[in-house]
Nanobody
Framework: EVQLVESGGGSVQAGGSLRLSCTAP????????MAWFRQIPGKEREGVAG????????SYTDSVKGRFTVSQDNATNTVYLLMNNLEPEDTAMYYC?????????????????????WGRGTQVTVSS
């Protein structure tokens, strides 16, 4: 079982920026696609941004397009989420997800079922 480790969460004011990072310590194989999800209490976990390293495909949920950027370093199995112009509605626990093996199709990148490995989350709080 691969345990992903997130970092970079925190508290910022609206309009501010944060960069989340996620690694897979001890995992030696390739992680073909990685993604970020977020969840607030009482709601479903939603896909925020996903990417596949080999071809650089990305997918974003509509509410973050133009503000968030996801990137993956395949050499180190690290995925980043740069979040600019943060809004109070972005407040949530952010989870990293990854899968080995065959790549996901673009429409699958933001689906929870597409991923095998998960982190424990990092909290992002945006105040108005």
């Amino acid at each position: 079982e691969v345990q992903l480790v997130e970092s970079g969460g925190g508290s910022v004011q609206a309009g501010g920026s944060l960069r989340l990072s996620c690694t897979a310590p001890g995992h030696t194989g390739d992680l073909s696609c990685m993604a970020w999800f977020r969840q607030i209490p009482g709601k479903e976990r939603e896909g925020v941004a996903g990417t596949c390293a080999y071809d650089g495909r990305t997918s974003y949920t509509d509410s973050v397009k133009g503000r968030f950027t996801v990137s993956q370093d395949n050499a180190t199995n690290t995925v980043y989420l740069l979040m600019n112009n943060l809004e109070p509605e972005d407040t949530a626990m952010y989870y990293c997800a990854a899968k080995p093996g065959p790549k996901l199709l673009s429409w699958q990148l933001l689906m929870r079922l597409g991923y095998d490995y998960w982190g424990r989350g990092t909290q992002v709080t945006v105040s108005s």
